[in-house]
């Protein structure tokens, strides 16, 4: 009895610290999405049997048949000709709901993490190097810098490295504890650098203020989800 209690006493321990961990991430960071911001839609699928058809959630913004869009990165505009939400077809679409966008003008092959955006008003950043404020949450060993994972962000899957770490974070009180860290381990929080493995590789990203749905992220290792963080600031 004496052991398991121990046992669940450590289970509850562990989820409250990863609890705090998760609130602090998200901490003032609200993910509605919002009408108002620039039109941004990953893109999961793409089908071109009859036409080029794409398929996802709509973050920001909204969209209407006769729109002239971009998708990034490798800037091809596109036009809107049909809407389908939950099958039928309909002329317009707010932030929220999982859609069908049938394009005009694709002249090139649309891969899984390309963002659809406004024509006008297209994603900052193209890169493949960001800051972060990372949190590792189920981890045995130390994270120490050139350690390689698997970086899941909006509709994009990637590898990444771990290049620096910048300091350690106290979730509690947000104030910074040690900088120059040699390793990180579960439950803590740090700021750190990344970089895409791929040398000829560059993914989508955001800034929180331009469009906060796209900067959260998750590393996993083995298909376990090793740490969640925020992007804090694009590398050009």
Known sequence: MKLLYINITYCQIKKEICSSI???????????????????????????????KVIDKILSDFCCTGDQSIIMPNRTYVQIKRIYYNNPQ????ICGPYVQLKLTNVK????????????????HGISRVFDAQVAIID??????????????????????????LFC??????????????KFIKQNQLAKARFELLQCNHIICLERFK????????TLQCDDETVAVGNILQIIE
């Open 22 to 52: 998760w609130t602090f991430v998200d901490a003032s960071k609200s993910t509605n999405s919002n009408i108002n911001d620039s039109q941004r839609m990953p893109i999961v699928k793409q089908y071109i049997k009859i036409g080029t």
């Open 90 to 93: 309909t002329d317009f679409c």
């Open 108 to 123: 090139q092959n649309i891969s899984s993490g390309f963002i659809l955006c406004n024509a006008e008003n297209k994603t």
């Open 139 to 164: 981890c045995k060993s130390i994270i120490c810098p050139d350690y390689l994972t698997v970086l899941h962000i909006h509709s994009a899957i990637t590898e990444v490295q771990l290049k620096k």
């Open 168 to 181: 350690l974070i106290d979730f509690k009180i947000d104030y910074e504890i040690e900088q120059k860290p």
């Open 210 to 217: 331009d469009c906060h749905q796209l900067v959260k992220f």
